[in-house]
Protein backbone atom coordinates (compact mmCIF):
# COMPACT_ATOMS: atom_id res chain seq x y z
CA UNK A 1 0.00 0.00 0.00
CA UNK A 2 1.37 3.49 -0.98
CA UNK A 3 2.65 5.66 1.80
CA UNK A 4 1.54 9.46 1.94
CA UNK A 5 4.31 11.51 0.25
CA UNK A 6 4.84 14.24 3.02
CA UNK A 7 8.04 15.45 1.60
CA UNK A 8 10.53 14.69 -1.33
CA UNK A 9 13.24 12.91 1.29
CA UNK A 10 12.50 9.58 -0.20
CA UNK A 11 12.77 10.69 -4.23
CA UNK A 12 16.46 12.37 -2.90
CA UNK A 13 18.34 9.53 -4.22
CA UNK A 14 17.06 9.87 -7.35
CA UNK A 15 18.31 13.23 -7.52
CA UNK A 16 21.60 12.26 -7.62
CA UNK A 17 21.21 10.41 -10.88
CA UNK A 18 22.51 12.61 -14.25
CA UNK A 19 20.19 11.16 -16.01
CA UNK A 20 16.86 11.52 -14.12
CA UNK A 21 13.77 10.89 -16.03
CA UNK A 22 10.27 11.64 -15.17
CA UNK A 23 7.19 9.51 -16.66
CA UNK A 24 3.75 10.70 -15.81
CA UNK A 25 0.05 10.21 -16.83
CA UNK A 26 -1.65 13.23 -18.13
CA UNK A 27 -5.83 13.09 -17.20
CA UNK A 28 -6.26 13.22 -13.35
CA UNK A 29 -2.26 13.40 -12.38
CA UNK A 30 -1.24 16.68 -14.40
CA UNK A 31 -4.57 17.94 -15.82
CA UNK A 32 -7.38 17.31 -13.29
CA UNK A 33 -10.76 15.62 -14.53
CA UNK A 34 -13.24 17.85 -15.68
CA UNK A 35 -16.97 16.64 -17.32
CA UNK A 36 -16.32 17.19 -20.68
CA UNK A 37 -12.69 15.35 -21.45
CA UNK A 38 -12.35 17.56 -24.59
CA UNK A 39 -11.83 20.44 -21.88
CA UNK A 40 -8.86 18.98 -19.66
CA UNK A 41 -5.70 20.66 -20.13
CA UNK A 42 -2.59 20.19 -17.84
CA UNK A 43 -2.66 23.21 -14.79
CA UNK A 44 -0.15 26.04 -15.25
CA UNK A 45 1.98 25.08 -12.39
CA UNK A 46 2.17 21.75 -13.55
CA UNK A 47 3.24 22.52 -16.65
CA UNK A 48 6.25 25.27 -15.72
CA UNK A 49 7.16 22.72 -13.10
CA UNK A 50 7.63 19.93 -16.09
CA UNK A 51 9.25 22.68 -18.05
CA UNK A 52 11.41 23.62 -15.44
CA UNK A 53 12.97 19.73 -15.27
CA UNK A 54 13.19 19.16 -18.49
CA UNK A 55 15.56 22.79 -18.62
CA UNK A 56 17.78 21.13 -15.81
CA UNK A 57 18.41 18.45 -17.57
CA UNK A 58 15.76 15.52 -16.47
CA UNK A 59 14.22 13.73 -19.16
CA UNK A 60 10.17 14.04 -19.19
CA UNK A 61 8.07 11.58 -20.40
CA UNK A 62 4.34 11.80 -20.71
CA UNK A 63 2.21 8.59 -21.33
CA UNK A 64 -1.21 8.95 -21.69
CA UNK A 65 -4.28 6.85 -23.64
CA UNK A 66 -4.66 10.18 -25.12
CA UNK A 67 -3.74 10.70 -29.09
CA UNK A 68 -0.64 12.25 -29.66
CA UNK A 69 -2.00 15.86 -31.13
CA UNK A 70 -4.29 15.89 -27.88
CA UNK A 71 -1.64 14.85 -25.38
CA UNK A 72 0.80 17.92 -26.70
CA UNK A 73 -2.28 20.38 -27.03
CA UNK A 74 -3.39 19.19 -23.36
CA UNK A 75 0.46 19.90 -21.85
CA UNK A 76 1.63 22.74 -23.90
CA UNK A 77 5.40 20.49 -23.95
CA UNK A 78 6.40 20.32 -27.62
CA UNK A 79 9.93 19.09 -26.20
CA UNK A 80 8.75 16.17 -23.65
CA UNK A 81 8.95 12.60 -25.05
CA UNK A 82 5.33 11.19 -25.23
CA UNK A 83 4.02 7.53 -25.26
CA UNK A 84 0.49 8.74 -26.58
CA UNK A 85 -2.55 5.99 -26.93
CA UNK A 86 -1.51 4.08 -24.06
CA UNK A 87 2.02 3.40 -25.92
CA UNK A 88 0.59 2.75 -29.33
CA UNK A 89 2.27 5.92 -30.85
CA UNK A 90 5.72 7.45 -29.44
CA UNK A 91 7.27 10.43 -29.52
CA UNK A 92 11.18 10.58 -28.84
CA UNK A 93 12.94 13.87 -29.79
CA UNK A 94 10.38 14.95 -31.68
CA UNK A 95 9.80 12.02 -34.03
CA UNK A 96 6.72 10.89 -34.19
CA UNK A 97 6.00 6.98 -34.52
CA UNK A 98 3.17 4.36 -35.02
CA UNK A 99 4.41 0.98 -36.11
CA UNK A 100 2.89 -0.55 -39.25
CA UNK A 101 0.81 -3.45 -36.62
CA UNK A 102 -0.78 -0.32 -35.32
CA UNK A 103 -1.97 1.57 -38.80
CA UNK A 104 -3.60 -1.47 -40.12
CA UNK A 105 -6.24 -1.09 -37.29
CA UNK A 106 -7.21 2.58 -38.17
CA UNK A 107 -9.45 1.61 -40.68
CA UNK A 108 -11.43 -0.30 -38.53
CA UNK A 109 -11.80 1.94 -36.43
CA UNK A 110 -13.48 3.82 -38.84
CA UNK A 111 -15.69 0.85 -39.20
CA UNK A 112 -16.31 -0.12 -35.73
CA UNK A 113 -17.79 4.01 -35.62
CA UNK A 114 -20.03 3.24 -38.30
CA UNK A 115 -21.48 0.24 -36.86
CA UNK A 116 -22.11 2.37 -33.33
CA UNK A 117 -23.23 4.96 -34.87
CA UNK A 118 -26.54 4.23 -32.71
CA UNK A 119 -24.69 5.06 -29.38
CA UNK A 120 -25.42 9.30 -30.13
CA UNK A 121 -29.20 8.81 -29.07
CA UNK A 122 -27.96 7.84 -25.42
CA UNK A 123 -25.32 10.55 -25.53
CA UNK A 124 -22.18 8.70 -26.24
CA UNK A 125 -19.23 10.87 -27.31
CA UNK A 126 -17.28 8.62 -29.74
CA UNK A 127 -13.91 9.53 -30.02
CA UNK A 128 -11.72 8.17 -33.15
CA UNK A 129 -8.13 7.78 -32.00
CA UNK A 130 -6.83 6.48 -34.71
CA UNK A 131 -6.27 2.95 -33.73
CA UNK A 132 -8.56 2.86 -30.71
CA UNK A 133 -12.09 4.39 -30.53
CA UNK A 134 -13.13 5.13 -27.01
CA UNK A 135 -17.26 5.62 -25.85
CA UNK A 136 -17.59 7.98 -23.43
CA UNK A 137 -20.37 8.30 -21.61
CA UNK A 138 -19.50 10.71 -18.49
CA UNK A 139 -21.79 13.21 -19.81
CA UNK A 140 -25.03 11.15 -21.13
CA UNK A 141 -28.10 12.14 -19.04
CA UNK A 142 -28.31 8.79 -18.16
CA UNK A 143 -24.65 6.81 -17.87
CA UNK A 144 -26.03 3.33 -17.34
CA UNK A 145 -28.83 3.32 -20.28
CA UNK A 146 -25.62 4.53 -22.11
CA UNK A 147 -23.49 1.87 -20.90
CA UNK A 148 -25.72 -0.43 -21.88
CA UNK A 149 -26.60 0.91 -25.20
CA UNK A 150 -22.56 0.88 -25.99
CA UNK A 151 -22.48 -2.31 -24.99
CA UNK A 152 -25.23 -3.17 -27.56
CA UNK A 153 -23.84 -1.45 -30.64
CA UNK A 154 -20.52 -3.51 -29.76
CA UNK A 155 -22.17 -6.84 -29.17
CA UNK A 156 -23.77 -6.14 -32.98
CA UNK A 157 -20.51 -4.91 -34.96
CA UNK A 158 -18.50 -7.09 -36.67
CA UNK A 159 -15.59 -4.85 -37.12
CA UNK A 160 -15.54 -4.69 -33.12
CA UNK A 161 -14.39 -8.18 -32.99
CA UNK A 162 -10.87 -7.29 -33.66
CA UNK A 163 -10.02 -4.75 -30.64
CA UNK A 164 -9.92 -5.78 -26.85
CA UNK A 165 -12.67 -3.80 -24.79
CA UNK A 166 -10.96 -1.82 -21.93
CA UNK A 167 -12.89 -0.06 -19.10
CA UNK A 168 -11.98 3.22 -18.47
CA UNK A 169 -13.61 5.68 -15.94
CA UNK A 170 -16.76 6.28 -17.53
CA UNK A 171 -15.45 5.51 -21.01
CA UNK A 172 -15.30 2.37 -22.79
CA UNK A 173 -12.15 1.35 -25.09
CA UNK A 174 -12.06 -0.18 -28.26
CA UNK A 175 -7.41 -1.48 -28.24
CA UNK A 176 -5.81 -3.33 -31.08
CA UNK A 177 -5.33 -6.43 -28.84
CA UNK A 178 -1.23 -5.93 -28.96
CA UNK A 179 1.07 -7.03 -25.95
CA UNK A 180 1.33 -2.90 -25.87
CA UNK A 181 0.63 -0.75 -22.57
CA UNK A 182 1.70 1.94 -20.48
CA UNK A 183 3.83 -0.66 -18.81
CA UNK A 184 5.85 -1.46 -22.31
CA UNK A 185 5.80 2.24 -22.91
CA UNK A 186 7.84 3.39 -20.02
CA UNK A 187 10.14 0.71 -20.71
CA UNK A 188 10.80 1.67 -24.07
CA UNK A 189 11.15 5.49 -23.23
CA UNK A 190 13.17 5.34 -20.59
CA UNK A 191 15.80 2.99 -22.79
CA UNK A 192 15.70 5.47 -25.86
CA UNK A 193 15.74 8.38 -23.53
CA UNK A 194 18.48 6.70 -21.24
CA UNK A 195 17.42 7.09 -18.06
CA UNK A 196 19.38 6.37 -15.12
CA UNK A 197 16.77 6.91 -12.31
CA UNK A 198 12.80 7.20 -12.81
CA UNK A 199 10.21 8.89 -11.16
CA UNK A 200 6.83 7.83 -12.27
CA UNK A 201 3.68 9.45 -11.78
CA UNK A 202 -0.22 8.20 -12.44
CA UNK A 203 -3.55 7.88 -11.28
CA UNK A 204 -5.40 4.79 -13.40
CA UNK A 205 -5.56 1.07 -13.16
CA UNK A 206 -3.86 1.24 -16.67
CA UNK A 207 -1.10 3.05 -15.21
CA UNK A 208 -0.63 0.23 -12.67
CA UNK A 209 1.68 -1.38 -15.59
CA UNK A 210 3.85 1.37 -15.43
CA UNK A 211 4.20 1.01 -11.39
CA UNK A 212 4.98 -2.88 -12.23
CA UNK A 213 7.54 -1.49 -15.11
CA UNK A 214 9.43 0.68 -13.01
CA UNK A 215 9.62 -2.31 -10.04
CA UNK A 216 11.02 -4.40 -12.90
CA UNK A 217 13.58 -1.54 -13.56
CA UNK A 218 14.86 -1.59 -10.14
CA UNK A 219 15.27 -5.26 -9.95
CA UNK A 220 17.65 -4.98 -12.64
CA UNK A 221 19.03 -2.01 -10.63
CA UNK A 222 17.84 1.43 -11.52
CA UNK A 223 16.49 3.51 -9.60
CA UNK A 224 13.17 3.91 -9.73
CA UNK A 225 10.06 5.07 -7.26
CA UNK A 226 6.17 4.99 -7.77
CA UNK A 227 3.97 7.55 -7.09
CA UNK A 228 0.00 6.97 -6.76
CA UNK A 229 -2.19 10.16 -7.09
CA UNK A 230 -4.98 9.61 -4.62
CA UNK A 231 -8.85 11.23 -5.67
CA UNK A 232 -12.22 10.50 -5.28
CA UNK A 233 -12.14 7.96 -8.27
CA UNK A 234 -9.18 6.39 -7.57
CA UNK A 235 -9.25 2.54 -7.11
CA UNK A 236 -6.92 0.42 -4.38
CA UNK A 237 -5.82 -1.49 -7.34
CA UNK A 238 -3.45 1.80 -8.22
CA UNK A 239 -2.59 2.98 -4.35
CA UNK A 240 -1.80 -0.99 -4.05
CA UNK A 241 0.71 -0.78 -7.01
CA UNK A 242 2.44 2.58 -5.72
CA UNK A 243 5.71 3.39 -3.44
CA UNK A 244 4.04 6.76 -2.43
CA UNK A 245 0.51 8.63 -2.84
CA UNK A 246 -0.03 12.22 -3.30
CA UNK A 247 -3.41 14.02 -3.42
CA UNK A 248 -4.93 15.01 -6.09
CA UNK A 249 -3.25 17.58 -9.04
CA UNK A 250 -2.44 19.70 -6.36
CA UNK A 251 -0.21 17.09 -4.76
CA UNK A 252 1.64 16.65 -8.18
CA UNK A 253 2.09 20.37 -8.90
CA UNK A 254 3.17 20.63 -5.23
CA UNK A 255 6.17 17.42 -5.89
CA UNK A 256 7.30 18.35 -9.43
CA UNK A 257 7.74 22.14 -7.99
CA UNK A 258 10.11 20.60 -5.15
CA UNK A 259 11.99 18.18 -6.91
CA UNK A 260 12.41 21.00 -9.76
CA UNK A 261 13.32 23.16 -6.55
CA UNK A 262 16.29 21.19 -5.13
CA UNK A 263 17.64 20.31 -8.57
CA UNK A 264 17.64 24.58 -9.09
CA UNK A 265 19.31 24.90 -5.78
CA UNK A 266 22.19 21.83 -6.55
CA UNK A 267 22.95 23.21 -10.09
CA UNK A 268 26.12 25.08 -10.56
CA UNK A 269 25.24 28.67 -10.75
CA UNK A 270 23.96 29.70 -14.49
CA UNK A 271 22.21 27.24 -15.04
MG1 LIG B 1 -5.06 9.22 -15.46
New binding site residues.
Given amino acids: MAKQLRDIEPIRPLLDHPSLAVFS?????LAPIVPDPQDARVTDAAREALRELMALGVGVGLITGRDLAKAREMSGLPDACYAANHGLTLSVGGVDETPDVVRDFMPRVRDVIQETTAVARAGVFVEDKGPIVAFHYRRAPSPERARAAIESALAASPAAAAFRVHEGRMVLELRPPLDIDKGTALAELARRMNAGAVLCL???RT?VDMFRSVTAMREDGTAGVTVAVDSQEATAEVLAGADYQVDGVAGVERLLGEIARALRERAPSGR
Avoid at 25 to 29: F, P, V
Fill in positions: DIDGTGDDD
